[in-house]
């Protein structure tokens, strides 16, 4: 009976639903290509150096090293970045920024 009774309201319901879409709707313009850097010298340049027992991605803007993505063969990738700009690469496990927002359990069952 419950089910009889939801299936009539909705029965019901959906004209209602649809007329309340307006008339006179437009397709929506093409966006075009994405927009490209004006100074094609900020896009970083990367070469990837394979070796033997790792490979290396070398970050470069304007031909400054500021990062190397190290992959070894066995083991987790790790990332020498030159934080200060001082040409001092500093190894980091990971890229992210440190900040690490409280994710405590309130409840579970």
Do not use: C, F
Not at 56 to 79: A, C, D, F
Request: proline share 12%; no cysteine.
């Amino acid at each position: 009976m419950r089910k009889l009774l939801l299936i009539l309201l909705l029965a019901a319901a959906l004209p209602v639903a649809a007329e309340d879409q307006p008339k006179n709707l437009e397709p929506i313009p093409d966006p075009g290509p994405p927009p490209q850097a004006e100074d094609q010298s900020l896009e970083p340049q990367v070469t990837i150096v394979k070796g033997a027992s790792e490979t290396r991605e070398e970050y470069r803007v304007n031909g400054k090293l500021y990062m190397v993505k190290v992959t070894p063969k066995s083991g987790i990738p790790y990332y020498l970045v030159d934080e200060t700009g001082g040409g001092t690469l500093i190894r980091r496990d990971s890229l992210d920024t440190g900040i690490r927002p409280p994710m405590w359990v309130i409840h579970s069952w």
